[in-house]
């Protein structure tokens, strides 16, 4: 009988991905434990010549893609600040992230409760995100620490709850179109504001109140103004729920979010595209005008349709509809968001030669309810308006006053 040891077994993907992300957990407790420890010799040479090295490695292996912090540039008792910082692209992934400073803050006694409350603010972020063929924007996962107690290893983690700041920030996205599609990129600029993430407990929207799930909650705060002028206010909290092998095909039944979004003078040309791309299905329209005003709340909960309240307005719209080839343009509404429904006050439109107005309700479950009228029209102007020619000479005026869509 042979007295050689057998090989360990290999921890399975899901493990392994966790401690990838608790490594880069750790290393946020080691910048932590650095700078607790500043005032010694060695942690102000670990901290000025080996800090940003190091830390720089571990997360390159824990976000298996290469990343470089700049140097210290500022260290103390309760915090330390890096130099200009990157993640450059990759041949499998294209985003891009370049930060001027990083600085790092926290609280050294709340090491003592084995877990730290960095606030983490990054200046100057320049970043460019490229949507993939799924929809998703990035595919990240961040271990806060973890309670397993079949982990051997997690005894020896800190719980991290960062808070992150953004100052004079800048993000490009490029949504996904189609294979054969070339969109244009969405330039975000003057992004301010915090994001904390921490780990939390909620009811299983699946099975009930008597089971739990783990959920990342993310806490938004965040202001921003989109290319082609407007300004855009975020606020609210969104939880991604893991359900582990149990997970929904519709990415919408993972969230459960209560957001506030304020808009003023937003250019939807330039905007919907990126919303549309982000939305689960196709929708068979494509915004080319639009200025919009508004101040809305959303409600998200797993497996059910999204609640909107508040209200908005559109000026100078312009969509497509399918394949029809001449667009509602002139578009100018008032809308109130009333849940689950949508109530439409003094809309008017134009289609080709055709001007219409309309107000009353739209409900997804129990259809539309719309008074409106169409504006006088020559004949002549609807041949043209929808392509065809009368099969005799024909002259006059056509005038709906009152239609009802029900």
Known sequence: MSNGSSPEPKAPPKRQRRRRWMMTGATLSAIATAGVTGGAWWAWRFAHEELSPWASEYLTESLERPVALGEVERVSLTGVQFGASAMPPTATDPDELFVETINVRFNPLTLLRRQVNPQITFTGVRAYLEQDEQGKWLDVEIDLGDDDEEDDDTDALIQVNPTVG???????????????????????????????????????????????????????????????????????????????????????????????????????????????????????????????????????????????TGTASLAAGELFVGALTTPFSNISTQARFQGDRVALEDTTTDYGELRAQARGTIDPRNGYNLTGAIAPVTLAGIAETFTFEFPVATEGTLQAQIVQMT
């Open 166 to 308: 953004l100052a004079d920030s800048e993000v490009v996205l490029l949504p996904y179109l189609g294979p054969d599609e070339s969109p244009q990129p969405l330039t975000i600029g003057e992004i301010n504001g915090t994001v904390s993430v921490q780990k939390v407990s909620v009811d299983n929207p699946i099975e009930g109140e008597n089971t739990r799930l783990e959920a990342q909650e993310i806490t938004l705060d965040l202001s921003a103004q989109p290319e082609n002028a407007g300004e855009l206010d975020i606020d609210g909290v969104i939880r991604q729920l893991d359900y582990g092998e149990d997970v929904s095909d519709n990415w919408l039944d993972s969230i459960a979010a209560n957001i506030a979004v304020r808009a003023q003078a937003i250019d939807l040309a330039a905007l919907s595209p990126s919303i549309f791309a982000s939305l689960p299905g196709e929708l068979p329209l494509a915004v080319t005008a639009g200025v919009l005003n508004g101040n809305v709340e959303a409600e998200l909960t797993p497996f059910e349709a999204p609640r909107l």
